[in-house]
């Protein structure tokens, strides 16, 4: 090797500082309002206090709802994120489509809060947040209380195959 000249050490300087800026370039990144922001949530502590008093009674307020007969959210309610079709089935839900929250802004925040929050990393990964316009177009479609069975595991199977969700997301919890 060739002895490190001036020049080869000026680069590995430059080289160093480059990283250090990319560093905090990313922890500017990860901050807790970029975070939000990217996650679609203008205020998030709206998002969230909407969730407790609109769906907590029922999901649980961190989203764990087991052993109930309600489906736990927590970990696990980004995979409906995985195509157009599993997310509109969650924005037809009739809890979530009749909510009395009646601004479609809001309650995409709050749907936003849902996913990426209470679903941590179970979002797959470079899905967009929702939208007003999104909610607005989804819950005109409100599934009825009927079909809600058979619409779950449609879209159960359709997040297994195309986002590789686990099989226990076919059940109501994960029974650990
Ligand atoms: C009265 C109790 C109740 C309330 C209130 C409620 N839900 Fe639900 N939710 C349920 C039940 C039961 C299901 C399962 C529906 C079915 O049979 O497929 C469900 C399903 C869901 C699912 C689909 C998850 C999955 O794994 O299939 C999501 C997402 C969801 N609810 C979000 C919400 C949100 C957001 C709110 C508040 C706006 C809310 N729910 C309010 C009872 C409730």
Redesign the pocket.
Known sequence: MRPRGPIAARATLGLAILTLLLAGLARVEASPQATAASQGMSDPALARS??IE??G???GITGSSAPA?????RG??GY?MCTEETRA??LR?P??AH?R?VDDGQ?AE??NY?VYVLGKDSVPAGRAPFTGPEVARERRQALSAAN??D??AR??AIAMRECGAPAT?GA?YDPR
């Open positions: 909407d969730y609109n769906c009674g029922c999901h007969q309600v489906p736990e959210l696990r309610v409906f089935y969650i839900l809890n979530v909510s929250i309650l709050l749907m849902v809600l069975t619409e779950r879209n159960v997301l109501m």
